[in-house]
């Protein structure tokens, strides 16, 4: 069963930085690609960034680009996102998600449990 585990929130100012976290188990990793979604409060899923699976290809919503980036390693299970430039329009739960396929489709069919990003002077 595919375990995915987010680390790294917490509370951050306007134009801060953070690097989340997470840990994946129970499946192949390097045989999928991966996103991170999020949640703002009172707002639905939003995807934020993917990678392939062999980490080659990366990409990111609108919203993020230029400020977050995305990286793997498979040798550990682990993924990765740096949030920088933080605004206080970043706060949400973020989750870990994989995808179906080794290309990005932002169709994923499981993620964590979330971390808390609050972007608050």
């Known amino acids: 069963e595919a375990q995915l585990v987010e680390s790294g929130g917490g509370l951050v100012q306007p134009g801060g930085s953070l690097t989340l976290s997470c840990a994946a188990s129970?499946?192949?990793?390097?045989?999928?690609?991966m996103s991170w979604v999020r949640q703002a409060p009172g707002k639905g899923l939003e995807w934020v960034s993917g990678i392939s699976s062999g980490g080659a290809q990366t990409a990111y919503a609108d919203s993020v680009k230029g400020r977050f980036t995305i990286s793997r390693d498979n040798t550990k299970n682990m993924l990765y996102l740096q949030l920088s430039s933080l605004k206080t329009e970043d706060t949400a739960i973020y989750y870990c998600a994989k995808e179906k396929w080794v290309f990005i489709t932002k169709r994923t069919d499981y993620r964590g449990q979330g971390t808390q990003v609050t972007v608050s002077s």
């Open positions: 129970g499946f192949t990793f390097a045989s999928f690609a």
